[in-house]
C-alpha cells in the first residue's frame, strides 16, 4: 500500500511533468481512438451502401434451382439469416401493344426482396411486396425505352411469353444498382408468382436463381461467403455451377476500395499507435533519470528491489491510465462533433462513435502498452546501485557490461512482439504482422546509421577552421557529437516519428487518385445498347445536331477464353491456395465481351508492356494478335505479358498474346472492356455497340430520350447517372475521409514530435545554463539551440522522407495492389513543419533558461 | 558490535589492471561506540563505508554486525538487514523531492511496516527540532534543516549502526557545528554506534576512536 501511496503522491506533487505525460499520450490515444472510429464509420458507412447496391448481405446464385443437397449446404451456412429473399431473372423480348418487340431483363421478385432499400413508387409510397398482384413495375425511363410515353401507352398490355400484363407503377428508382456491361438492358419486375403461365421458365431458358440473404450485425459475412463458396465447390467436383458473392462483389471497384480502405485505415491507426508508444517511451526517459536517484535512496532505506520496481511500474500504470481515460473522455466530447466542427470535410451520414474494443485497447494500451512501450527505458532502473549516493556520478549511470546490453536489447522485444501482435490483428495476417514488425526494425536500423554518419559528420565540421562569428554552430557541432548518443536516440525518435507521419500521406495520395472521380473526364448519362453496325453513321450523325456529346461507341464481340498457354481456362486458379493447392475461383465465368480500338480512351493507360501494334492483323496470320487486359482481370486470373490465350468468337478458333495490362479509369464509367483485341481481328465479326453520351442538361434529358427511342426503336438508352451518382458520391466521401485520417495522422505525429524535442531541449538546459554563466550572451545560446535542433530535426527528417518514399512504395505495392503517387508538396510540407517544430521547441529552453537568474540556474 | 577482519577491495580499471582501493583493513568497534574514518580523497574511506553499509561486497575478509556477516548475505536479505540495523546520513542528503520532512522520516518505518509510524516519526522529528517545518518539502527546506531530515530518517528505525558520508561536507561552518552536535546528542541518545567519514578534524575528534586511510591501508 506504501508503494501506491507513494506512486500517486509523487504524481501530484510533480504536477508539471504528469500533466504533460498524460496530456502527450493522450493526445497520441486519442489519435490512436479517431482513427480507429473514423475508419469504422467509413467501413460501416460503405458496407450500408455496398448492402444497398447488392439490396442483401450475400447472394447465392445458379443457373438452375439449388439441388436439395446444394440447398441443404446453403441452410447450414447461412444457419440465422435475419433475411431471405428470392428472385429469377432472365431476358426475354417483350412487346409492347403498338411498339417494336425489346430486350428486357425480367426480375420476378419472390416475398421479401429487396432485404435492403425497397421498392419506392412515385408518390412516395413504399411497396413492401410484389406478390399477388396482376402486373408490372419499372422505372419511367425503362417504360419510355420500351416506347410507352402517352398515358393510352401505359395502360397498354405487354406481353412476356405467353402471358399478358399491365403496368401497375413506377419507381422512383430501380432498387437493384449493380452495373455490369452485360447487364445492359431495361429491367421490370413482377412478383414470383406472376412468372407462372408466361412459359418462359423450361429447360433451356437462360434463367438465373438468386437467393438473397441477410444476417444480424457482427456476423463474419466474408467468412460465411467463402465458406459456402468452397462447400459447394467440393461438391460439384471442381465444376462449380453455383455461385456465391457478398456485398464486396456487388460492384467489384467499390468492393477493392473497401479492402483498400479497411487496409489504410488499419495501417494508420498502427502509425497512430506507434507514435503515441513513442512519444510515451521518450517522456519516461525523463521520469527515469529522477526515478534512478529515488529508488537508490528508497534502497539505501531499505526497500526491497523489486518492490521498487512495482512502485515505478505503478506510476507508469496510474499515469497510462489516466491518459487512456483522458483520451477517452475528448473522445466521447469530440467524436459526435466531427461531422459538425468539419462540416464539408466529413460526410454528414458519418457518425464515429467509440466502442467497446476501441475502449479496451485504449486502456490497455495506455496502462500495459505503455510498461512494454517504455521497457527498454525501464531495464536501466536494474542497473540503480544505492551505493552510487556515496559516488559523485548519478544513480543508475555505470557503464554497460555486457549482461546489460544484452537485458537492453531483451527489453525491446516485447514492444517488437506487441507491434506485431497489433499489425497482424489490424492486418488480419500473420504475414502482414511480421512485414510491418521487419519494416519497422529495418527502418530503425538505417536510420540509425544515418545518424552516425550524421554526427561523425558533426565531428569532421567542427574540426575545420570556421569562422569567428561561426561559434554557436561550432558549439552546436561539438555537443551533437560529444553527446553522440543521446543525439542518436533523439534523432532516431524524431526521424522514426517523420518516417510513420509521412508514410501515410503517400499511400493516401496513391489511394486517392484511385478513388477520386477523374478530371476533366466527362460522365455518361446515357448508355445506348444494341447499337447495330449499320446504324453507327446515323447515330453518329443524330448525336452531332443533339445536345450531349457521343463520346464513345465500341464494338462488343461475345466470345469465350478457352486456354491460356495451352491449359483450359476454367481450370487455372487465379493464385495457388494455402499449402500449394489450387485456389477456388469464385464466380469464374468462360464468356466474356471482347472489343477493339485504335488508340486507348482518356480513362485507360498503360501500366506494362508495350501498346498493341497499329497495323490492324491480318486474317489467316500465323503470328497470334496483341490482346490488352485490364490489370484488374489479369490480377484476377493470373494472366501476365506473354501468355497466349486461344479465343472461341462465335465458333471460330484465334491465337491471340498477352501485350500489356492496362489500368483503367473505372470510375469514369466509360465503355470500358477487361479485353480489347488488335484491329483487324474482331472487325469482321458480328458485333453490336455500345455508346456513350455525355454532357446533356437535366433539362434535355427527357427529350433527348424521346428522340433517340424515336429515331432508333431497338437501341436501349439506359439512364446510368443514378448509378453513377450512388456509386461517385460513395467514392467521394470516401476520398475525402482518406484524407481526413492523413491528417488526423499527421497531428497526432507532430505532437509527438513536438514532445520528443521538448524533452530533449529540457534535457539541455544545463548545458545552457553553464554557457550563460561563463558569459555567452543571449543570441548566441538561441543561436546554438538553433542549430543543434534544426540540425537533429532538418536531417532526420530528410532521411526519414528519403526512406519512407521507398517504403511507401514498398508498402503499396505489397498491401494496396501498386496505389503509390509521389507528392512532393506534401513531404516538403512534413520536413518544414518538423524542423520548425524542432528548432521552436530548443529555441523556447534556450529562452526559459535566459529569463532565469545565474544562481538559480546553478543550483539546477 | 561491528567487527572488520582482513576486507580487501579492488577494481578492474581499463587499461590500468586491478587497483587495489582497500587492503587487508580490520578493526573492531565497541556497541554504542563512535568512529571516523578520516584520510585523503581517493584513500577508500568511501569503498570502507559502502562495505560496512553492504551497499558493496569486499573481495575477501568478513563484516560483522551484532554477530551476523554481512558477505555472504543476498541483496534481499541485505536489504532488510539494512532497513533495521544500519542507518545512513549522506553528504548531499538525497530525500525523496515529493515528501514533505515528517514523510520523508517515516519512510524506512514504512518500508519495514513498522508500528506506532505517526507517533515514532513526530518523536524523532521532535529530536532534530523540525516540528515547525513537518509539512515542507526538500527544496522549502535550508541545507540544514534537509541534514536534520537525513539525520532523523537514518535514526527512526533505531539502528545498531549509523553510518555518515560527509555529513556535514556540504553545510557551512556553523550549520556544520550544529549538525554533528546534534548527531552525537541523537547517536548517545538513541544507543547506536556510530561510523563517520570525514575531511573535517573537528567532527573526527568528537569520536572515540579514529582510523586514518592512506592509499587502502589503515594508518596508526
Keep these: ?860 | 558490535m561491528l567487527v572488520l577482519d582482513d576486507i580487501s577491495k579492488g577494481f578492474v580499471q581499463p587499461g590500468a589492471g586491478r587497483l587495489t582501493v582497500l587492503d587487508r583493513i580490520g578493526f573492531t568497534l565497541e556497541r554504542k561506540s563512535t568512529a571516523a574514518v578520516v584520510g585523503q580523497s581517493g584513500s577508500g574511506k568511501t569503498t570502507l563505508l559502502s562495505l560496512i553499509a553492504g551497499l558493496d561486497k569486499p573481495d575477501t575478509g568478513e563484516i560483522l554486525l551484532d554477530g551476523e556477516d554481512l558477505v555472504p548475505m543476498g541483496q534481499d536479505r541485505l536489504a532488510r538487514y539494512r532497513a533495521r540495523k544500519i542507518g545512513i546520513i549522506f553528504q548531499q542528503f538525497h530525500l525523496m523531492p515529493h515528501l514533505t520532512a515528517m514523510e520523508n522520516i517515516s519512510l524506512p518505518l514504512e518500508i519495514q511496516k513498522a508500528d506506532n509510524i505517526q507517533a515514532r516519526t513526530r518523536e524523532m522529528l521532535g529530536k532534530v527540532g523540525l516540528e515547525h517545518r513537518s509539512h515542507h518539502l526538500p527544496s522549502q527546506l535550508s541545507g540544514g534543516e534537509c541534514q536534520r531530515v537525513a539525520i532523523a530518517r537514518a535514526l527512526v528505525v533505531r539502528p545498531s549502526l549509523l553510518l555518515a558520508d560527509e555529513p556535514t561536507g556540504n553545510l557551512d561552518i556553523a550549520t556544520g557545528q550544529r549538525i554533528s552536535s546534534l548527531l552525537f546528542d541523537l547517536v548517545r541518545d538513541e544507543d547506536t554506534g556510530l561510523v563517520v567519514v570525514t575531511h573535517n578534524p573537528e567532527l573526527a575528534g568528537q569520536c572515540h576512536a579514529r582510523f586514518t586511510l592512506d592509499r587502502g591501508r589503515l594508518v596508526f
Excluded at chain 1, 458473392?245 to 499507435?273: C, E, K
Excluded at chain 1, 495522422?745 to 544545463?766: P, T
Design chain 1, 1 to 860: 500500500m506504501i508503494w501506491l501511496r507513494m506512486a500517486i503522491k509523487e504524481i501530484l506533487v510533480n504536477r508539471g511533468f504528469s500533466l504533460f505525460f498524460i496530456l502527450n499520450l493522450a493526445a497520441g490515444l486519442a489519435g490512436f481512438l479517431a482513427v480507429q472510429s473514423f475508419g469504422r464509420a467509413i467501413d460501416r458507412h460503405l458496407a450500408t451502401n455496398l448492402r444497398q447496391i447488392l439490396t442483401a448481405d450475400m447472394v447465392v446464385s445458379a443457373a438452375s434451382p439449388l439441388t436439395d443437397e446444394e440447398a441443404a449446404l446453403v441452410d447450414h451456412a447461412v444457419g440465422d439469416a435475419a433475411g431471405r429473399a428470392r428472385l429469377v431473372a432472365f431476358y426475354t423480348m417483350v412487346r409492347p401493344q403498338d411498339a417494336p418487340a425489346r430486350l428486357v431483363r425480367v426480375m420476378a421478385a419472390g416475398p421479401g426482396y429487396p432485404l435492403y432499400g425497397g421498392f419506392f413508387l412515385e408518390g412516395d409510397a413504399k411497396v413492401a411486396d410484389l406478390q399477388d398482384r396482376a402486373g408490372l413495375f419499372m422505372t419511367r425511363d425503362t417504360a419510355l425505352t420500351l416506347g410507352l410515353r402517352s398515358e393510352a401507352d401505359l395502360k397498354s398490355r405487354l406481353r412476356i411469353g405467353n402471358k399478358d400484363f399491365q403496368i401497375l407503377d413506377f419507381f422512383r428508382e430501380d432498387p437493384d444498382k449493380t452495373l455490369t456491361t452485360v447487364d445492359l438492358a431495361p429491367k421490370i419486375y413482377m412478383g414470383l408468382d406472376q412468372l407462372d403461365g408466361t412459359g418462359l421458365i423450361q429447360f433451356g431458358s437462360r434463367i438465373r436463381y438468386f437467393y438473397f440473404f441477410s444476417f444480424p450485425e457482427g456476423r463474419d459475412v466474408p467468412a460465411v461467403t467463402r465458406s459456402l463458396y468452397e462447400k459447394l465447390f467440393d461438391l460439384s467436383r471442381g465444376q462449380p455451377r453455383v455461385h456465391v458473392f457478398d456485398t464486396r462483389d456487388a460492384n467489384r471497384q467499390l468492393g477493392r476500395l473497401s479492402r483498400y480502405v479497411t487496409g489504410y485505415m488499419g495501417m494508420v491507426s498502427i502509425v497512430a499507435l506507434f507514435l503515441a508508444g513513442m512519444a510515451a517511451a521518450y517522456l519516461f526517459r525523463g521520469m527515469v533519470a529522477l526515478k534512478q536517484h529515488q529508488m537508490a535512496v528508497l534502497m539505501s532505506c531499505g526497500a526491497l528491489r523489486r518492490k521498487v520496481y512495482v512502485y515505478v511500474s505503478l506510476q507508469l500504470v496510474i499515469l497510462g491510465g489516466l491518459a487512456a481515460l483522458v483520451a477517452l473522455g475528448a473522445s466521447i466530447l469530440l467524436l459526435p462533433a466531427f461531422p459538425v466542427l468539419f462540416q464539408g470535410l466529413v460526410p454528414p451520414s458519418l457518425e464515429p462513435t467509440l466502442d467497446l474494443p476501441a475502449v479496451a485497447i485504449a486502456l490497455g494500451l495506455g496502462m500495459g502498452g505503455s510498461l512494454v512501450f517504455c521497457l527498454p527505458v525501464f531495464v536501466r532502473l536494474f542497473r540503480v546501485q544505492p551505493l552510487d549516493l556515496l559516488r559523485s556520478r548519478d544513480a543508475g549511470t555505470n557503464g554497460l557490461n555486457r549482461r546489460d546490453i544484452l537485458i537492453t536489447v531483451l527489453s525491446y522485444l516485447p514492444g517488437l512482439a506487441a507491434f506485431f501482435l497489433i499489425a497482424a490483428a489490424v492486418a488480419g495476417r500473420v504475414r502482414d504482422g511480421l512485414v510491418f514488425a521487419a519494416g519497422f526494425v529495418l527502418a530503425m536500423g538505417l536510420l540509425s546509421l544515418a545518424g552516425l554518419l550524421v554526427f561523425r559528420g558533426c565531428r569532421y565540421v567542427s574540426g575545420r577552421s570556421l569562422p569567428k562569428g561561426w561559434f554557436p554552430v561550432k558549439l552546436a557541432l561539438r555537443s551533437l557529437f560529444r553527446n553522440r548518443w543521446a543525439s542518436l536516440s533523439c534523432f532516431v525518435t524524431i526521424a522514426m516519428g517523420v518516417f510513420l507521419i509521412a508514410l501515410i500521406p503517400q499511400i493516401q495520395n496513391g489511394l486517392a487518385l484511385e478513388i477520386e472521380r477523374p478530371e476533366g473526364l466527362k460522365l455518361p448519362v446515357f448508355f445506348l445498347v444494341d447499337i447495330q453496325e449499320d446504324q453507327k453513321p446515323d447515330l453518329t450523325q443524330f448525336m452531332a445536331t443533339a445536345p450531349g456529346d457521343l463520346s464513345h461507341i465500341s464494338p462488343m464481340v461475345q466470345g469465350r477464353i478457352l486456354s491460356v498457354n495451352g491449359r483450359p481456362f476454367f481450370e487455372r486458379a487465379a493464385s495457388p491456395g494455402e499449402g500449394g493447392r489450387p485456389g477456388r475461383m469464385r464466380g469464374r465465368r468462360l464468356e466474356f465481351i471482347f472489343s477493339y480500338r485504335k488508340a486507348l480512351a482518356d480513362s485507360e493507360s498503360i501500366t506494362q508492356g508495350e501498346p498493341m501494334s497499329a497495323t490492324p492483323w491480318k486474317w489467316g496470320s500465323q503470328t497470334p494478335f496483341d490482346i490488352s487486359i485490364a490489370v484488374s482481370f489479369a490480377g484476377r486470373h493470373n494472366l501476365k505479358i506473354g501468355d497466349v490465350m486461344d479465343i472461341d468468337v462465335q465458333g471460330i478458333a484465334l491465337k491471340g498474346r498477352v501485350k500489356n495490362l492496362r489500368k483503367v479509369r473505372w470510375n469514369s464509367f466509360q465503355p470500358n472492356f477487361f479485353l480489347l483485341f488488335q484491329d483487324g481481328v474482331l472487325n469482321q465479326a458480328p458485333k453490336t455497340y455500345l455508346g456513350a453520351i455525355s454532357s446533356v442538361a437535366p433539362e434535355d434529358r427527357p427529350p433527348l430520350k424521346n428522340a433517340l427511342v424515336d429515331r432508333f426503336p431497338n437501341i436501349s438508352v439506359i439512364d446510368v447517372t443514378k448509378t453513377a451518382t450512388t456509386i461517385l458520391s460513395v467514392t467521394d466521401r470516401l476520398s475525402l475521409s482518406v484524407r481526413f485520417m492523413a491528417w488526423l495522422a499527421i497531428a497526432a505525429g507532430l505532437v509527438s514530435i513536438f514532445s520528443i524535442a521538448r524533452h530533449q531541449a529540457r534535457k539541455n538546459r544545463h548545458q545552457i545554463n553553464l554557457l550563460k554563466v561563463l558569459g555567452a550572451g543571449g543570441v548566441s545560446l538561441l543561436a546554438v539551440s538553433l542549430v543543434e535542433f534544426g540540425i537533429i530535426g532538418f536531417l532526420s527528417s530528410l532521411f526519414a522522407l528519403a526512406l519512407s518514399v521507398a517504403f511507401s512504395l514498398a508498402v503499396s505495392s505489397y498491401f494496396f495492389d501498386s496505389l503509390w503517387a509521389l507528392d512532393l508538396s506534401y513531404l516538403s510540407t512534413l520536413l518544414v513543419l518538423a524542423t520548425a517544430v524542432c528548432m521552436i521547441t530548443g529555441a523556447g529552453a534556450a529562452r526559459q533558461v535566459m529569463k532565469g537568474q545565474p544562481l538559480e540556474l546553478l543550483n539546477t
